[in-house]
């Protein structure tokens, strides 16, 4: 429903409307229910949703958005329970109007409901739970899941012209289904009548009244008259009167074999399904249905036209499918005379009174539920006047046209008019009067009877328009000449013509196969007022086709069409197949040309000999072949032939086909014998290779063989499959697309123009495999030693060669890996991974290879290890007068690491730089000699692994105390010395030649005069600062270990001393040893 605010709307602005309304949805308890609506209006309208009872403030239960992608204003419901059963609106408003659109929602309740709690045993509440006893008849249980049993009682008493909107109601929706089912109840139920009532018929459903009544009634004879008849409400038995007992609610009224019952005073409690029963026996069924609705608009008085049509409207709150329409408090259905209609929504009902009599006025009624609204209907007898009038005709020049009108008095006269002229029956004119009808007929339309024309009868008149039209036209004999096809041959040219008639100005169109065309390239048409004419020149065999003609004017258009069948030389046929030969005939067959261009008459054949130029015709020259076979016989014993054939139509012979196969003209050949001397040359996991020899020929038993086949059988089939679709020429062939180590059966048929010979086959089947190869280590420069940072990545790669493919087996000091190994096996690689390691990953892993052939083994060492911590704290003892022992407690390391050991390093007062006393120590005590008297030493230990050294362990002082004596000398007279030198290398570095993982120790002298800073260089490049690199400098002698070797350590080292005085150099070279 929409409504308008303003009385009109600005250019270009528009009220609310819906472009997609919402569906009324019909949906189980407990499942989502959606509604969606698509609007438009300008300004964009604001779209809310409601419902007829109750709101929608519940976050939980209503949902609404905008779905931007759709254009589309949801409403959703999640969990839809019963009492969310209503009806909803959508509501669009901007400022110029308003649009409403309801839906219902029907929800179907599942399973059980729980009951109210039980009262309390009190005694005194006791005679308030005496209840009276109530007969109720007996119920099927409503199971869940199941439909609602009232809706099958409904369905057995109703007409079939309801069935539609009861299923609705009970949101049934498979009919078909339906029907079935109420077919086997009705006869279920008509056996059960059948022993109470001998007929049953004319059942009129429950209808309320005008007066607040409702009723319904049926017709039926009962076998017993004295019959129990008993009326049930929902499964209640009612005490009813009999006849009209204003004492009673409920009333049977017995009118022969009419039972009629009636309820008065009707409220909302009397809502239900209402039965009634003959003994034991359903006879009848009808709902009574009061929804609870308002009129929002009422029915309006009326008042029309003896003849014409009254409509009465109303419009409902809420949506109800039908309601109840009277005329005089007499309900009517309907039918002819009444259009009964309901719009999309429910709400809108429509009564159209049709062809309106006198006998039709009155009071129109429409019930609904408890409400009721009343319009009346006014029929006014206006004298004489039209039933239908003139209508506007068109008609063609030298057709017939007719003006035809209706009064409602057959005794009425009237007179015709034209543009204001009085018209009478003549000059082509007939004037017809049929009672209430007149006519007027002009038998052969002219240009000059187009115009108003008018008819006048008692005062009144009905005008209309003639227009006369002159459409473009193609009389039958000029369109059966066209239509006939047009012959020619490629190369001539080709011609149409039509003539046509129709009012200027006139367009004309032609076409080839629905392609218009055009003047120019070899196309010319002429036009003119009464003919065309299309002329196409040199047409060639691509032109053959449809061609079209169409003929437009203002009024209307024609189209003609005709075929054009251009004729040209055959293409070639195939070349001829050799059927048979023998030494004296040999049959030939041949395909027809792919284009004959027209009709083929016949065939030539010719031949020659191979190698010769010249070609004979075979067939005489004036009887063409008309089948596509022959049998050629002139032919000489042992001499090779091959054959031609050219087709022939009615423009003559066109080319000669390709040559066919050369052919000898003797007696067939008997097939060859079997190959010798299979044998396997070669093998893979996907191929084999084969070879044979040519079978034996035997003259007059067994021909030479000229091509062979290779036939495989897997060993579990039975079936022989080839290898190739063509017979090879060679005597060695190699089978691809095997299944790896699949076992087959082979074999070899040879074959000639005589036919195949016998297969001969392998004696044993083969396997797909490469030769038996003992598995070996491929890659010579695998390591056999690994040093990991506890946290890094080990990958172990170990490449290999074996067939067939071999096991593989990997164990860590003796035992399976553990899970967090990744161990990944390829066709000649094995790999061993490990994402993170750990310290206990360190063992000797151990790769095994095997077959059926041998094995082959392979160890590394890997060794996971971390930063060595420091050792304990240092003691220092002397046992000798000159030595000092140095003991010290063991790095936490020292029992998970086996190569962990230690480096001790001592400095004195004097000379204060730290030297190495020993590295190397695999024990927690040394003894350093050369102590001397009368200097402090220092002392520190230093753990060291494959990896690197740890922080210093520092011990305390050591100093010793050395007695003193009293001394006196004469020095002689002291003279002043310079003992400043520039830097001197006095022991160079040696050229060095390391393997891989092994430590390397450079060192050498350096003298000079202030002492010189010393920097190690690796091709230019200063390591003094590189941790990989140990460097000491201790009294001039300059030293550096690199702990473990590799490729990237290769290259030159030098050695650079720089003091003021000067700059020294030194180098030399580490090479790897593979």
Known sequence: MITQYVEELPPEKTTPDFTRKPIALT???????????????????????????????????YKTRFDERNQEYILEMPNVSSEQADTYKCIAINSFGKAVCTATLNVIEVGFKKRAPAPKNDPEDFRKMLKKTVVTRKQKQWKEGEIDPRFWEVLLSANKIDYEHICLEY??????????????????????????????????????????????????KLKDPSSKISLFKDGKMLDYGVGNDDSKKHNMQKLDETFLFSIKDLGPEDAGLYQVDVEEANVFSTALSLPDVEFDSTLKDTTVVQGQDAMFMCALSAPVPKITWCANDVSFEHGDKYDVTVSENKQVHKLTVKNCKPEDKGVYSAIVGLKSSHGTLVVDDPGVHFLSGLSNTKANVGESAELSCKLSSEDSAGMWYKDGKKLESKDGITVVK????????????????????KFEAEGRKTQATLTIEDPARIDAEALGKFSQPVIVKAGENASFKVQFSGKD???????QEDEELLEGHGVKIERSSTHSRLRLAK??????????????????????????????????????????????????????????????????????????????????????????????????????????????????????????????????????????????????????????????????????????????????????????????????????GLKSMASYWVRVTATNEGGEGLPQALDNYITAMPPPVKPKFTDSKMKNFMVVIAGNTVRVSVSFEACPIPDITWLKDGFPVAKHVTIIDLEKVSQLFIHTSELSDTGIYTVTVKNVVGQDTFTIEIRVT??????????????VQGTVTVTWAPSPDEKRDDRLHYTVMKRDSIKQTWRTVVDHLFNNKFTVVNILPGREYNFRVFAKNDISISEPSVSPVWGTTKKREKFTCDLPESKTLDFQAAPKFIVPLKRHVAPPGYECYMSCAVIGNPTPHVTWYRNN??????????????????????????????????????????????STTLTIRE
Request: proline share 7%.
């Open 505 to 511: 100005p006139i367009k004309i169109q032609w076409f």
């Open 171 to 220: 949101g049934v929706t498979d009919f078909r289904w339906m029907l079935k089912i109420l077919n086997q109840m009705k006869m279920e139920r008509d056996a059960e009548q059948s022993k109470y009532v001998e007929k049953i018929h004319r059942m009129k459903q429950i209808e309320v009244k005008t007066d607040g009544t409702a009723k319904f009634e049926l017709d039926m």
């Open 1021 to 1066: 490049v200063s390591l003094n600062t590189n941790p990989n690199y140990y460097i000491t400098n201790v009294c001039g002698v300059c030293s550096m270990l690199i702990l473990m070797v590799g490729p990237k350590d290769m290259g030159e080292y030098m050695v650079v001393a720089d003091s003021p005085l000067g700059r020294a150099e030194c």
């Open 434 to 453: 049929d009672g209430p009808h007149h006519k007027l007929i002009i038998s052969i339309c002219q240009d000059k009877d187009s115009g108003t024309y």
């Open 866 to 879: 971390d930063d060595p911590r420091p050792p304990g704290p240092v003691e220092l003892e002397q046992n």
């Open 539 to 736: 047409c060639q065999r691509r032109d053959t086709g449809e061609i079209k003609i169409k003929i437009r004017n203002e009024f209307d258009s024609v189209a003609a069409t005709s075929q054009l069948i251009v004729l040209a030389f055959p293409r070639p046929p195939g070349p001829p197949k050799i059927v048979s030969a023998y030494k004296d005939c040999i049959n030939l067959k041949w395909l027809a040309p792919s284009n004959t261009g027209g009709s083929i008459t016949g065939y030539n054949v010719e031949k020659r000999k191979k190698g010769s130029n010249f070609w004979s015709q075979v067939n005489p020259k004036d009887e063409p072949i008309r089948d596509k076979k022959f049998l050629v016989k002139n032919i000489i014993e042992g001499s090779e032939y091959e054959f031609r054939v050219t087709a022939m139509n009615t423009c003559g012979p066109g080319e000669p086909s390709v040559p066919s196969e050369c052919v000898f003209a003797r007696d067939p050949k008997k097939p060859p014998g079997k190959v010798k001397d299979i044998k396997l040359t070669a093998s893979s996991y996907t191929t084999l290779s084969l070879s044979w020899a040519k079978p034996t020929v035997v003259t007059g038993v067994e021909d030479e063989a000229k091509e062979y086949f290779l036939e495989i059988r897997p060993t579990d089939q039975l079936e022989w499959s080839r290898c190739h679709t063509n017979a090879v020429i060679q005597t060695s062939f190699t089978v691809m």
């Open 27 to 61: 949906i189980q308890e407990g499942k989502l229910a959606i509604f969606k609506a698509v609007v438009n209006g300008d300004p964009a309208p604001e779209v809310t949703w409601g419902r007829n009872k109750g709101e929608l403030s519940d976050s939980g239960k």
